[in-house]
């Protein structure tokens, strides 16, 4: 029973925080000309902010784990190798093909991995997470670049690539977080206060946000895509990778971690990127949707299920 409420403690506070980001939609508080803003606001100021805090303030020993961040590399490529051979055998839409890719193989692993990690594990997770994040959305956007225009246009835009990785403001974070932290900067205590609470605000605002892009249109027609993705996502990369973890002797934090990468939804970011890169962004953001909303069930599932085992 401790288990279980440890878990329903853990994913209850995202789900409601979600159901207010979508309440504040239905009473007209946010709109399809705000929450692009907001979205872009929380990737682009606050998510950074906390990547650079929580690196900064975690132990350096602790955090760098090549064991762990190789895993987690290795994971994602594998999971995407396999997707560009089977996704065009079940789906012959090229613009299809490249969003349920995207949809499968990415998640939006910073927005749930704090919340999640730190629910079961306190401060102490945090900086796992933040340096996986470090290795693992650079991984995410260059290959969700790689599928999309693949898939939709027939090639790839090598310059396009590279100018995503080095403008990343999520990747530069980390990195200077990386820097101050082996070098010993200093920051002054009026600074690290203010940068402390402008962190918080990362992932409430980023769930409120997800919550706010909730639309349930179109979805008889694209349901076998979308039983393909949220199945994929949820419930498929989770059971095939966590006994793999686990029989690499992952546990505690770190297989928390790796847990919630593999279980998390799909970013919104995918939306925008299936938008700007002539993919189908109306699938992509149906299985945004989708994948958010049952990404409560089986991320309780989870973490019940390894408590239950004695794994975390």
Known sequence: MENFILSLNVVLPLFLIMAVGYLLRR????????????NSLVFKAFLPMMLFNNIYHSDL???????LILTAVVSILVIFGVLCLVIPRIEKDGPRRGAMVQGIFRSNYIIFGVPIVSGVFGE?????????SAFAIPLFNVLSVVAL???SHGTVNKNRIVKGIVTNPLIIASLL???????????????EE?????SAIATPLGLVSLGGFFKFADTKRYLKQLIIVVAGRLVVCPAIFLPVF????????????????????????????????????????????????????TMFLIIFGLKQLALI
């Open 61 to 67: 020993e602790s955090m760098m784990n090549p064991k």
């Open 149 to 151: 225009e693949i898939f």
């Open 246 to 297: 686990v029989s690499m002797g992952f546990r505690g934090v770190d297989l928390m971690a790796l847990a919630t990468m593999m279980g998390a939804p799909i970013a919104v970011s995918s939306f925008i990127m299936a938008q700007q890169q002539g993919a189908d962004a109306d699938l992509a953001g149906q299985a945004v949707v989708y994948t958010a909303l049952f990404s409560i069930f």
């Open 194 to 198: 203010a940068l402390a609470d402008m």
């Open 177 to 191: 977080g990386v820097v101050f932290l082996l070098a010993g900067i200093p920051i002054p205590t009026p600074v």
């Open 27 to 38: 009473i007209g508080l946010l709109d399809d000309a705000v929450l692009p803003k907001l």
């Open 124 to 132: 102490q997770g945090l900086g796992v997470v933040s340096i996986l």
